[in-house]
């Protein structure tokens, strides 16, 4: 059996549950580190671009599931659901962080940050994005709105992801490399997604 199909068959025996439970584990692990000082000299700040890391590196392995199967024969359809969530769990962790550690529930501060801060505003709208993904990723979703709408509706997942990388973008000062292998990771798969589908429709 050749190694990747082995790694499916695998992966069939481990429920997608399991997910829920590892993904856990990093925020709890960094709010511990947070809670003990170990998390730099500003932890809440730490504590915030740690989760908005996490939440676009799992916005990025929800949008390799498809290529993975379909270029490199890695089958991980089942965990799409729980990675998908989990990064908007993140997503919803890196947002109170912000306005609850950070910005203190000063709400006119925090409108005026959401407003006048490009950075913010981009963030904000990939945030929002990914609201109506979370709320219909569940079979009864898929149900009622018909297989097609559902999946129209999910391709938000593409310029939620791009906002995402847009916004670490704008907020880094200098020119580090990480954001834009962020960018570039998004650009590349999304570019392989018009590829298919072009050629589904020639
Ligand atoms: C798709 C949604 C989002 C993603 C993927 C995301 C991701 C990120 C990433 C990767 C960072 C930088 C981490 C680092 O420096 O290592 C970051 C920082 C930050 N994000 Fe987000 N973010 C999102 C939404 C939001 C939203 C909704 C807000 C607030 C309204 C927000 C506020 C911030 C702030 C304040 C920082 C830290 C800026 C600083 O260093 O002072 N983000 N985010």
């Known amino acids: 059996m050749a190694p990747v199909q082995r790694i499916n068959a695998w992966l069939r025996a481990v429920p997608a549950w399991t997910l829920y439970v590892a993904g856990a584990i990093p925020p709890a692990w960094l709010f511990f580190l947070a809670a003990s000082g170990r998390l730099g000299a500003d932890p809440v700040k730490g504590l915030e671009r740690q989760m908005g890391e996490w939440a676009l590196m799992l916005m990025v392995a929800v949008l390799a599931v498809t290529p993975l199967r379909r270029f490199v024969g890695l089958n991980l359809l089942k965990f799409r659901r729980a990675i998908g969530l989990l ?7 890196h947002f109170l ?8 529930l000063l709400w006119s501060q925090i409108l005026a940050d959401i407003v006048k801060r490009p950075y913010v505003t981009i963030g904000m709208a990939g945030f929002l994005m990914l609201l109506p993904l979370a709320i219909t990723s569940n079979n009864r979703s898929i149900r009622r709105m018909g297989a097609q709408r559902w999946q129209r509706l999910h391709k938000l997942t593409y310029p939620a992801a791009l906002a995402g990388a847009v916004h670490y973008i704008w907020l880094v000062k200098s020119w580090p490399l990480e954001p834009f292998l962020y960018l570039a990771l998004i650009l590349m798969l999304l570019a392989l997604r018009l590829r298919v589908a072009t050629r589904a429709m020639a």
């Open 97 to 104: 962080i912000w306005v609850l550690l950070d910005m203190g």
């Open 87 to 93: 990064a908007f769990f993140y997503v919803l962790g």
